[in-house]
């Protein structure tokens, strides 16, 4: 009896396996079974040569939908094998969650039959850019689904974020948030081309959302807890900045707080420091908050 109760409270029932949870394991990434559709693509440490950052996909009922490209059309064609050893159905769909290049490069390695789609202000950067593989055909200005029913997907039309143009993407099936760069876990992140109060705010709209499994762009996956934590980091950067330069504070002399001296990735510090001043000089770090 007592065991019973601890199957139903702690893994919510034992009919049904406890997710996520690992399928596989390749040279520089890892397979993760999120739910009943939703897959993620984890860099594996150290790998992010090879493969870029983090993406993931859905297997809907209609058509299988990627989440990100990776950093190459080789990349890509490893996530293709592991959709391929899962289903038959073919990839419909591919949402670039923004237009940096480790998140994109593998778009090349989709036929003219799938759909790319991405925020307007990212598409356009790409074409500036001119280093897409394949650039999107389908720009997204707000929130929209990619069919309904219980084959539904939503895409959340982030705008001005961690770049010019983020979008995330949910899972309602299986409450799953695709958060590309707009939530990385375990690293300062890279704020140089941020919108940080643009962000926060996006942020915070995507955390309404129910979520059960927030895939970050880069790092271990995890709950919707660690996904807050980084909301919270952009907030207390954003406010220390601001205090910093307030009392006069040269870029160079701003330490980030304590608590946040275990994040990695710190090579992105100065450009974050420097976006967060020329920020502040132009009103963007003035909030209530
Ligand atoms: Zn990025
Ligand atoms: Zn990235």
Redesign the pocket.
């Known amino acids: 009896m007592r065991r019973w109760i601890a199957c139903v409270f702690l893994l919510g029932g034992c009919a049904s396996p406890v997710l996520p949870r690992l399928m596989r394991q390749g040279d520089a990434y890892e397979l993760h079974q999120l739910g009943s559709r939703s897959y993620a693509f984890i860099v594996r440490s150290g790998k992010t040569d090879e493969i870029g ?1 983090n993406s993931g996909f859905i297997v809907s009922g209609r058509g299988v939908v990627v989440i990100d490209t990776q950093i190459s059309k080789e990349a890509e064609e490893m996530m293709l094998r592991e959709i391929r050893a899962i289903t038959s159905l073919p990839v419909t769909h591919v949402i670039d969650t ?1 237009w ?1 290049d ?2 994109v490069l593998g778009n090349g390695a989709h036929g003219m039959d799938v759909r790319i789609l991405a925020h307007r202000d990212s598409l356009e950067r790409m074409k500036e850019e001119a280093s897409a593989t394949r650039l999107p055909d389908v720009p997204v200005t707000e929130d929209t689904s990619l069919f309904d029913g219980e084959d539904r997907v939503d895409i959340l039309a982030i705008g001005r974020a ?2 010019v143009g983020d979008v995330a993407v949910y899972d309602p099936v299986d409450r799953v948030m695709f958060f ?2 707009a939530y990385v876990r375990g690293y300062v992140g ?1 704020l140089g081309e941020a919108f940080l109060r643009e962000w926060i705010a996006g942020l915070d709209r995507a955390l309404r959302y129910d979520i059960r499994v927030a895939v970050p ?1 880069h790092g271990r996956l995890g709950g919707v807890e660690f996904a807050r934590e980084y909301r919270e980091y952009l907030r207390d950067f954003l406010v220390t900045a601001r205090e910093h330069f307030r009392a006069g504070g040269a870029p160079e002399t701003y330490v980030l707080p304590e608590k946040y001296k275990r994040y990695g990735a710190r090579f992105f510090l100065k450009d974050n420091v420097q976006r967060a001043f020329e920020l502040w000089k132009a009103g963007g770090l003035d909030s209530t908050d």
């Open positions: 950052s923004h940096h480790d998140h961690h770049s590309g760069d890279y762009g």
